[in-house]
């Protein structure tokens, strides 16, 4: 029977009429998979983006696949729409042992950096079977070269396949041995902070351009603050899409007495965040929650909220992800809080974050950066 994959849906990401929850890739991945024989107790998938390639499995009969997602929306897709078909029989998992050990077939939806890649290629040379095979698949108009080389350093055997549908297969076979320690988390020092980096996370252990700015105007903040009589620090403080933590834990070295919590939808971030949490020594005053727009947060628990958005030039549905963590701002926010932000200066968020959150003053703009700060009316 075909598998319906027109009722896939994305949702709590954002859903189109443009937008589907299945690609060719996906197909491509699951033909594979089926005509390979091998059980389900012996297949893990990587980077499944909302189902469209677990499912259709199970519904062909396969059972005990184990399944790695980044995206806490896109784990939450694919529960949702598993529990729309009637499907079950899959479990899942962190990127660790606990995946890969005895899988013999890994499917893996190719990530957008390559830093993730080798991330991912190294646990599965590391962990799976000695004779597994990694079939990693993309859009041909978005893979690269690169990738090849990536893989390669892991496995003794990557052939491209042939492009179907503008999507294509690579398979690799022959995992290295793996020598020493895995090559993430990486971890760098700054000025006082040290970043700690999954390869999925924003900026890798760096500290990105526009971050160091929102630190540098939040430093001169705390420092009028501290000028005042009688000026509070003990708030409760969120880092909403908190990468690698530098914000959180920036904040929390220079508040002593703030609550902090940082979330992201990303578990490579929150990976992330946790261990530069632990590496600062503030890691039992950080909480670090893997969610999507903070859902899990209620409404108005927040003095302050510090905000560096995702951006995306280009195709619309893009700017929906900030505007989407503007909305989730101001519902964290109690009312008279305060969102700090940082975007590119072509962005021009202002009249945004004034409309959905509240007054908003610009309190620094470089060329390429502006900072505001929102008062939640
Ligand atoms: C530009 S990065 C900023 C990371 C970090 N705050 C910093 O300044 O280095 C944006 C982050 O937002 C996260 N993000 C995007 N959409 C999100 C959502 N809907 N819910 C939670 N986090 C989200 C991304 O995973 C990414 O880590």
């Given amino acids: 029977m075909e598998f319906p994959y027109a009722r896939l849906r994305r949702r709590p990401d954002v859903e189109a009429a443009n937008l589907q929850a299945h690609d060719a890739t996906d197909l491509l991945l699951v033909e ?3 005509a390979s024989g091998i059980p389900g107790a012996e297949v893990a998938v990587v980077g499944d983006a909302y189902g469209a390639i677990t499912l259709p499995l199970v519904a062909a009969g396969l059972s005990g696949i184990r399944v790695h997602q980044d995206l806490a929306t896109g784990r939450r897709a694919l529960d949702l729409n598993a529990a729309e078909l009637g499907l079950s029989g899959f479990a899942p998992h962190e990127l660790d ?8 077939l890994v499917l893996l939806q190719l990530p957008k950096s390559l830093a993730e890649l080798e991330e991912i290629a190294d646990a599965v040379a590391r962990w799976a079977a000695p004779d597994v095979v990694l079939v990693a698949g993309g859009r041909v108009k978005h893979m690269t070269l690169a990738q090849n080389d990536v893989v390669g350093r892991r496995f003794a055997a990557v052939q491209p396949q042939r492009a179907e549908r503008k999507s294509r297969l690579v398979v690799a076979s022959g995992p290295r041995d793996a020598e020493g320690e895995p090559p993430f988390p990486v971890m760098q020092r700054h000025d006082g902070l040290t970043l700690v980096a999954h390869g999925g996370a924003f900026a890798g252990a760096k500290l990105d351009i526009g971050t160091r700015v929102l630190l540098d105007v939040l430093d001169r903040e705390r420092a009028a603050w501290a000028a005042e009589p009688g000026g509070s620090t ?12 530098a914000l959180a834990v920036s904040y929390a070295l220079a508040h002593p007495d703030a609550r902090v919590i940082a979330t992201d939808r990303s578990a ?17 005053r950080i909480e670090v929650m ?7 947060l209620a409404d108005g628990i927040a003095d302050v909220v510090l905000l560096n958005p995702p951006f995306h030039l280009g195709a619309s549905v893009h700017t929906g992800a900030a505007t989407r963590l503007f909305d989730a701002a101001a519902r964290i926010l109690r009312p008279g809080g305060e969102l700090f932000t940082v ?7 202002r ?6 959150v509240g007054p908003t003053e610009q309190l620094h703009r470089t060329s390429k950066f502006t900072v505001t700060r929102s008062i939640r009316r």
């Fill in 234 to 245: 003990a708030q409760t403080v969120v880092d909403l899409g908190c990468g690698t933590g």
């Fill in 343 to 349: 975007y590119n200066s072509s962005l021009g968020y």
């Fill in 97 to 104: 042992a606990e995946l890969l050990a005895g899988a013999r």
């Fill in 32 to 34: 594979r998979a089926l």
């Fill in 268 to 284: 490579a971030a929150v990976a992330s965040a946790r261990a530069t949490a632990a590496a600062n020594g503030v890691a039992d």
């Fill in 290 to 296: 893997h969610d999507d727009a903070a859902s899990a």
């Fill in 351 to 356: 009249a945004e974050l004034t409309r959905l």
